[in-house]
Structure formats: structure tokens, C-alpha cells
């Protein structure tokens, strides 16, 4: 494993996510290598955090640049580039880089250095942060901790609890469809609320 990577408290943003591009610590781990992909601006006031980049957004170095994005955007009301503009909107994924397929198919998990290591130092040189949207299981437990649910549907059933700091979704992949149909409150209670939410930060 490569060396971790010394954060100074004088560092700024900028320096912080300079670090956080050039990291390697898993690179023994990566299947196609290190390539961070992560958006922070000093004056963003919504943040999204998701699960980590898959082939395609590796590929293009894009984040959320495939269906899931498309499905994203659709949830949250806004256009490409609203989504786009770091000045107004941070991506922060639990993992920054594609970290390969389990056997039994599937994108692996984030890898486990990848949060702890990174995303307090981006996250509190952001200071116009209002909203967290934490997409998924694996955003969910590193930022709710003990206050997630012991599943992804209760915690998204108990979503009002996490308000005013943070929104918790599904993941918007093909993968949630069936999930989705299951689970109407979902569209019926929570997506109004972002949207009138993002609305407003926007």
C-alpha cells in the first residue's frame, strides 16, 4: 500500500483535492488503476455522495455520466449542467475510483480507505454545504453511522429523521427499478421534497 498521504490543517481546498487526485493508497487494489473522480468547490451548497465511479464514468473521468446519472438528474429536477456546476454542486462518492466487479457479479464496494481518508478534509473546506444527498447503502452508513436503519429500505422509510442535513435515496441504477415499484413512497413523498429542496439551493 502506498504511504498516506499528510494533510495539513493549513491546507486549502484546492491543495486537499490535489492530494486526493494524485492518491494511490489502493492502487494494488484498483483493477484499471487509480483515477479519482470527485467534484468540491469552496462555494457548493448541495453535496451528493454516492457509491464509486463505475467503467464508464472511469472511462471519461465524468462522475454520474451513464443512466444512473440520467435517472440522478430526473430525481433531483435539474439539467446537465446545474449538475455540472461545481460552484454550486459537490460530488463526493464513497470511493473515488472504479473498484472492480465482485465474482458474483456487480460493481465491488467502495474500497473502505477511500472515505475515512478523504472526504473530512474536502467536506469541511466546503463550508456552503446545506444539503447532503446520500445515495445508497454504502453513503448511508458512512455519514448516518448508528442512525441508519438496519436496511436501505427502512432507512430511506425513516428519511425525514436525517432532515435538515441530509436526504437518503436508493441508488438510481437499473438495479433499484423493481425496489422502486415496491416502494411508491419514495416517489410520492421523498423526490417532492428534494426537488422543492435542490430548488431552493440552487
Not at 495539513?8 to 484499471?32: E, I, N
Not at 464508464?56 to 449542467?81: Q, Y
Not at 461545481?86 to 465491488?108: H, M, N, Q, W
Not at 474500497?111 to 446545506?130: F, G, N, T, Y
Amino acid at each position: 500500500m502506498a504511504d498516506t498521504p499528510i494533510i495539513k490543517s493549513s491546507d486549502s481546498l484546492s491543495q486537499v483535492a490535489a492530494m486526493a487526485r494524485a492518491c494511490t493508497v489502493c492502487a494494488a487494489h484498483l483493477p484499471l488503476g487509480p483515477r479519482p473522480v470527485f467534484r468540491v468547490s469552496e462555494t457548493a451548497r448541495l453535496m451528493i455522495v454516492g457509491q464509486a465511479p463505475g467503467t464508464k464514468v472511469h472511462e471519461s473521468g465524468i462522475p454520474w455520466n451513464d443512466p444512473s446519472g440520467d435517472r440522478l438528474r430526473d430525481w433531483l429536477d435539474i439539467d446537465t449542467d446545474t449538475f455540472y456546476d461545481e460552484c454550486r454542486i459537490a460530488i463526493v462518492p464513497s470511493g473515488f475510483c472504479y473498484p472492480g466487479r465482485l465474482k458474483r457479479g456487480g460493481d465491488a464496494p467502495p474500497r473502505p480507505e477511500c472515505a475515512p481518508l478523504w472526504h473530512d478534509p474536502l467536506v469541511s473546506r466546503m463550508p456552503k454545504i446545506e444539503l447532503t444527498l446520500l445515495v445508497g447503502q454504502y453513503a448511508q452508513a458512512y455519514y448516518l453511522g448508528k442512525a441508519k436503519k438496519k436496511t436501505l429500505t427502512e432507512t430511506v422509510r425513516c428519511w425525514r429523521e436525517y432532515l435538515p442535513d441530509y436526504i437518503v435515496t436508493p441508488h438510481p441504477s437499473w438495479r433499484s427499478q423493481n425496489w422502486l415499484k415496491k416502494n411508491p413512497f419514495f416517489a410520492d413523498e421523498v423526490i417532492p421534497d428534494l426537488r422543492t429542496r435542490v430548488k431552493a439551493l440552487m
